[in-house]
């Protein structure tokens, strides 16, 4: 009974020795092939970079010495002017050709450049804005904005430099004067430039470029709009200007001088001219809108004058208010009514108001006659002051803004 106990643990020793052998030498086996697959992959000649300079083969049995490594002080650079800097790179380019042996392209991943690509200096003509003495100021005592603009075809660019103002009001000398620039009608957010010193003819020298395609510059309007602002933080519009750039592009790089369309004009449309105050709050999504007063009307009867005001998003009437009628004694009365609408800031550019005086019939209360009609809105809507005063009332501020509009037929 023993021997067989002895004999079966001797056959599995055996067993566990034979399988041991096997995996040792399939696992050689495996790492040989490995070998053999890697080693297919290397190349036995030596790479080199394309950028960098020919390397030295040296023996192992031999040392180099100290003067046989080569070595070379990368050249200091100097200031030249562009006709030396030209000379120089000629010179430099017939001794290459008669050299032969050196290439321009071998030198792409060389920190020294040397005179082809000088570092440290600037292209003159990529900076420089139009001089001030190629026109100038038109006679007047207006105020007026001189500015150019210049479009680039090639890279799609439209420049817009603003130059200087002229002739501000003395009211304005001592306050702090802002110009904000938009290109309507895609430029939602102004672009503000502030003056450099106080005076009737501060400098501007500010640089804005825009990046707009061929096709949809020409039915762009560059609007400018210059504020002062007063100790108090108290904005208030000098004037503005709107540029339409159809059929202006063949002017590019003329200085432009253009008065400024003020709010204090004296003269009165056909139908009479009305005061809006609009502001609006973003957090509580509301338009308010004021009908202030109104003048040089042109009325039927003396029954009296009132306002009906219209938001509308697209074609589409959303909400509509009626003003009470107010007694006037003669054509300027003063309204003073006050009208909210609740309106979502995605929809500023969607959505306009529509505002009509009207004057009630004397025999029929019920039907009224219409004295004229002022639209407000963005581009999609409005054109001119109109244009402007929807722009100004969308402010960080958010303080009224007032303004004279004149009354148009209902069509």
């Known amino acids: 009974m023993e021997n067989q106990v002895v004999i079966l643990a001797v056959g599995l020793l055996m067993g566990l020795l034979i399988i041991l052998c096997v995996c040792i030498l399939g696992y050689c086996l495996w790492r040989r092939k490995g070998q053999s697959q890697y080693q297919e992959f290397i190349s036995t000649l030596p790479l080199f970079p394309e950028c960098t300079a020919p390397v030295l083969q040296v023996s192992q049995g031999s040392r180099p010495r100290c003067d046989e490594i080569p070595f070379t002080v990368p050249p200091r650079f100097e200031p030249r002017s562009p006709s030396g800097l030209a000379g120089q790179a000629q010179v430099r380019s017939d001794g290459m050709e008669a050299d032969g042996q050196r290439d321009i392209l071998a030198h792409r991943g060389s920190l020294c450049v040397r005179s082809w690509y000088p570092m440290g200096t600037l292209l003159e003509g990529l900076y420089r804005g139009p001089a001030l003495d190629q026109v100038a100021p038109p006679p007047g005592p207006a105020p007026r904005l001189c500015f150019a603009v210049e479009y680039r075809r090639c890279s799609e660019q439209l420049t817009v430099f603003l130059l200087r103002l002229g002739n501000l009001p003395p009211c304005f000398h001592g306050n702090v004067t802002l110009v904000e620039l938009q290109l309507l009608p895609d430029d939602r957010r102004p672009r503000q430039a502030r003056a450099r ?63 400024l369309e003020t709010d204090t ?3 009165c449309s056909e139908l009479g001219d009305v005061q809006v105050s609009m502001n609006y709050s973003p957090s509580l999504r509301r338009l308010t809108l004021g009908v202030v007063r109104a003048r040089g009307l042109q009325l039927l009867s003396d029954t009296g004058v009132f306002s009906q005001v219209s938001l509308q998003r697209h074609t589409q009437v959303v909400k509509t208010k009626r003003s009470s009628v107010v007694s006037c004694g003669g054509a300027d009365p003063h309204l ?13 550019d969607e959505a306009c108001v529509r505002l009509e005086l009207k004057q009630p019939h004397p025999m029929s209360p019920e039907c009224a006659a219409v004295l004229g009609v002022v639209v407000l809105g963005p581009f999609m809507y409005a054109r001119g002051p109109q244009l402007q005063h929807w722009l100004d009332m969308v402010n960080p501020t958010q303080e009224p803004v007032k303004q004279w509009h004149g009354l148009g037929r209902c069509l």
């Open 197 to 259: 010193g106080p005076g009737p003819d501060p400098e501007l020298a500010e640089c804005f470029v825009f990046q707009v395609s061929a096709v949809c510059v020409s039915e762009s309007t560059l609007s400018v709009c210059v504020l002062s602002v007063a100790p108090q933080r108290k904005r208030r519009v000098v004037g503005r200007v709107l540029y339409p750039l159809e059929g202006q592009l063949g002017a590019s790089g003329r200085v432009l001088w253009r008065d």
């Open 336 to 348: 003073d009514h006050r009208m909210t609408f609740k309106l979502p800031p995605q929809h500023l």
């Open 265 to 267: 004009y004296t003269q």
